[in-house]
């Protein structure tokens, strides 16, 4: 089906920019919605963000908004976050995801079909 790899995880300060990228491999990727989601300790998973196949269409957390940018390259199979503006709040495991599933439905399940192992980002105050 699909399988996906993400990078680019680290420890920085807070203010600071981070890049998430997530290769995936599969011959379908083209039609997938790409998310990337999140959890922190003792807290739910959350959805912060989500692409749909064409990149027309993207979904960004409220929380994260104007901070964080989704994109991605179909040619290259890779879908990326640019993190901006990083607060501790965002300390979490940062997940990618992939979903056979209309961006509407990704957004309102708060769900996925398929997810990378995640890589963790740490802001430290």
């Known amino acids: 089906q699909v399988q996906l790899v993400e990078s680019g995880g680290g420890l920085v300060q807070a203010g600071d920019s981070l890049r998430l990228s997530c290769a995936a491999s599969g011959r379908t990727f083209s039609s997938y919605t790409m998310a990337w989601f999140r959890q922190a300790p003792r807290k739910e998973r959350q959805l912060v963000s989500a692409?749909?196949?064409?990149?027309?269409?993207?979904y960004v957390a409220e929380f994260v908004k104007g901070r964080f940018t989704i994109s991605r390259d179909n040619a290259a199979m890779t879908v990326s976050l640019q993190m901006n503006s990083l607060k501790p709040e965002d300390t979490a495991v940062y997940y990618c995801?992939?979903?056979?599933?209309?961006?509407?439905?990704?957004?309102?399940?708060?769900?996925?079909?398929?997810w990378g192992q995640g890589t963790q980002v740490t802001v430290s105050s």
């Open positions: 995801a992939a979903s056979s599933k209309h961006i509407s439905i990704v957004r309102n399940n708060q769900e996925s079909d398929y």
């Open positions: 692409i749909n196949w064409s990149g027309g269409s993207i």
